[in-house]
């Protein structure tokens, strides 16, 4: 095999920019979906059903014969609602969770560890039928369960960059000039922790998305009125032999935003490793 | 080694025991009376108060999941509502689908990540890596679910080599059960492989930089045996974690793939049991996956424990 030349090209600013590009088309759809749609996306044209993709309609069109263009793009608000939605209730209760037991300590670490270990049992998906079970399926229950699902890695991310750090000397230097606990950490130590956690976050939105897509197709997600990529694909199904489009295009859709979240996640990672 | 052991299967335990806590306590969060949930608006107050019986809703909570839990630790699961019949023997049911499935995909993205992963990292600075790299990157990004679909359109809707979905039982065909599990094996194990892949690689770059492998090409040591005695085995720790993980993250995929094969397994169980609200299916189910994530993790620490001592003493 050739040896791939030494400067030059390197496949992390690659991966950076990839990542930037596949999300950034992403967030445009999204909010291209708000001003303007090629059709009403839950409009029915029997005129159309399982078009291949045309000048009309150009990804083609469902068994309802509505658009899959205008449906993809309506899928990305899904999509990047959930996702975002998700990992904010993750970063927040685990940053939290994190930052007491690291900074704490003794028994609170030990309850708050426990209870991380039990909330690595419930993966997104388990989680999820829990809370469809007690409440009922919908795109709340998705979000909190995926949310829910993903606290422990941040948890113990913080908690980790908290214990690094508690005992250098700028802390300790802060606790002598008498600063509370609470402005220490907020100004000295989740500074710190800040790195990893956009990487992690960027990496838990792939995950959530996917999370998020599983779920909708399963019916315990998005309603299944509103066009997202797992509805999409869930009701693909059935017509899959007469036409491949309204299953290829949600699907191809998740793969880019997967794609792109763990890119970016992956690029920062290795931007901000000091060991690189 | 003992102590080591002791003391993981402690913690282990007590997050089982936590994790029904959990199961248990959802339940109880479910607004209503879940006898009436269960039975529907038309229910007359009598079957209501039947059923409220059978559930033990007239017992106080902390009795009930002590008797729950009592039971559980007997195989006794309760009965399922839906189907009339006790939850274990339904659940052991389902799982002749569900364990094939998962231990298969499991074992072929082992079969094909492990591998690839050394190729990758020994290869590193050749056009192999990035290939190797990016090829993986790409296929942990597709869902599961969709490959499975596409793998329907592929081999049993175009080509008609594989059946689309459906379960044959072992016993009954040994050769259309295989043909019945080929394909949704392959959906989960691929986007498996391609995670355990990069996992792979990254803990074989690791071993491979350090000092005693340089040591060990310096004094004369073959690249394979290099490669193969030294580097492996101390990357196994990293990969037997790999292998637990992919169990687990195979397990719960199943619940996904299970409905797009239409596969009778323990997912499809689940998914009926929360549309017809069958509580104490679904307590049963989840405390199993639950438990089964847990246990691998377990397994996992104990056999980290035995390849490296450094662990177990620590």
Same mark, same amino acid.
């Given at each position: ?20 590009l ?17 059709y009403?996306p ?6 159309s ?7 009309a ?9 509505r658009? =899959? ?16 939605t ?13 930052a ?13 560890m ?30 909190t ?25 700028f ?21 710190n ?13 792939a995950?959530?998305? =996917?999370?998020e897509?599983?779920l909708s197709?399963?019916?315990l ?9 797992g ?21 191809l ?10 890119? =970016?996640?992956?690029? =920062? ?8 | ?11 282990a ?5 936590? +994790? ?25 107050p009598?079957?209501r108060?039947?059923?409220? /019986?059978k ?8 009795q009930?999941y002590?008797?729950?839990?009592g039971?559980?630790a ?7 509502i ?13 799982? /002749? ?5 998962t ?7 082992? %079969?094909? +990540?492990?591998?690839?992963?050394i190729f ?7 056009a ?10 790409l296929?942990?990004?597709v869902?599961?679910?969709w ?6 359109l592929f ?13 044959t039982p ?19 194990? %691929? ?8 996992m792979? /690689?990254?803990?074989?770059l ?6 005693f ?6 004094k ?10 030294? +580097?492996?085995?101390?990357a196994?720790?990293?990969?037997i974690t790999?292998?637990?993980?992919s ?34 299916? %679904?307590?049963?189910e ?6 089964t ?12 424990? %035995? ?8």
């Amino acid at each position: 095999m050739r040896r791939a030349s030494g400067g030059g090209f390197s496949l992390g600013r690659l991966n950076l920019y990839l990542g930037v590009l596949f999300i950034g088309v992403l967030v445009l759809a999204a909010l291209v979906s708000f001003v303007w749609l090629p059709y009403d996306p839950q409009a029915m044209n029997f005129a159309s059903q399982l078009a291949k993709p045309s000048l009309a309609h150009p990804l083609g069109a469902d068994h309802f014969g509505r658009d =899959l263009l205008s449906r993809v793009l309506m899928g990305a608000r899904s999509a990047l609602y959930v996702g975002f939605t998700a990992v904010g209730i993750a970063l927040s209760v685990g940053t939290l969770l994190g930052a007491l037991a690291g900074y704490v300590g003794g028994f609170l670490d030990e309850v708050v560890m426990r209870l991380v270990d039990v909330a690595y049992a419930f993966p997104a998906i388990l989680m999820a039928l829990l809370l469809a079970a007690v409440f009922q399926p919908g795109t709340l229950t998705a979000m909190t369960a995926i949310g829910i699902a993903t606290v422990p890695i941040f948890a113990r991310i913080v908690r980790a960059s908290v214990l690094a750090i508690k005992e250098r000397e700028f802390v300790e230097a802060g606790r002598a000039l008498g600063m509370r606990s609470p402005r220490i950490l907020l100004r000295h130590v989740l500074p710190n922790a800040l790195g990893p956690l956009i990487v992690q976050a960027s990496l838990s939105l792939a995950v959530a998305v =996917l999370a998020e897509a599983a779920l909708s197709f399963l019916g315990l997600g998005t309603p299944p009125d509103v066009p997202s990529w797992g509805n999409m694909l869930r009701e693909s199904q059935s017509f899959m032999s007469m036409s491949p489009w309204p299953a290829l295009v949600p699907g191809l859709a998740i793969v880019w935003t997967v794609l792109g979240f763990s890119l =970016l996640g992956d690029a =920062l990672r290795d931007l901000w490793d000091p060991r690189n | 080694m003992f102590g080591f052991v002791v003391r993981r299967f402690l913690t282990a335990l007590l997050t089982i025991l936590l +994790a029904s806590v959990v199961v248990f306590s959802a339940m109880l969060a479910v607004p209503g009376d879940p006898a009436a949930i269960i039975l529907g608006i038309n229910a007359t107050p009598e079957a209501r108060e039947v059923l409220s /019986r059978k559930l033990g809703l007239d017992v106080p909570p902390v009795q009930r999941y002590v008797q729950w839990l009592g039971g559980v630790a007997k195989g006794d699961f309760g009965e399922s509502i839906n189907y009339q019949r006790p939850v274990g023997p339904l659940i052991a049911d389902r799982l /002749r689908v569900s364990v094939p499935l998962t231990v298969g995909a499991a074992l072929l993205a082992c %079969l094909i +990540a492990i591998p690839l992963g050394i190729f990758a990292a020994v290869r590193k600075g050749t056009a192999w890596d990035p290939l190797i790299t990016s090829l993986s990157q790409l296929g942990a990004a597709v869902p599961s679910f969709w490959l499975g679909l596409l793998l329907i359109l592929f081999f049993a809707v175009e080509r008609r080599l594989l059946p689309a979905g459906g379960f044959t039982p072992f016993g009954q065909d040994p050769a259309a059960w295989a043909r019945s599990l080929a394909l949704p094996v392959l959906a989960l194990a %691929l986007g498996q492989a391609a995670v355990m892949t990069r996992m792979t /690689r990254a803990a074989m770059l690791e071993v491979l930089n350090q000092d005693f492998v340089r040591t060990a090409r310096a004094k004369g040591v073959a690249r394979r045996a290099v490669v193969l005695k030294h +580097a492996l085995r101390n990357a196994m720790v990293t990969i037997i974690t790999i292998l637990g993980l992919s169990l687990s993250n195979v397990f719960i995929g199943s619940i996904v793939i299970e409905q797009v094969f239409a596969l009778p397994g323990l997912g499809r169980l689940a998914l009926t049991a929360i549309g017809t609200r069958d509580f104490p299916l %679904l307590q049963g189910e989840i405390l199993i996956y639950a438990a089964t994530i847990v246990t691998l993790g377990f397994l996992v620490d104990i056999s980290y424990g %035995l390849l490296d001592p450094r662990i177990r003493y620590s």
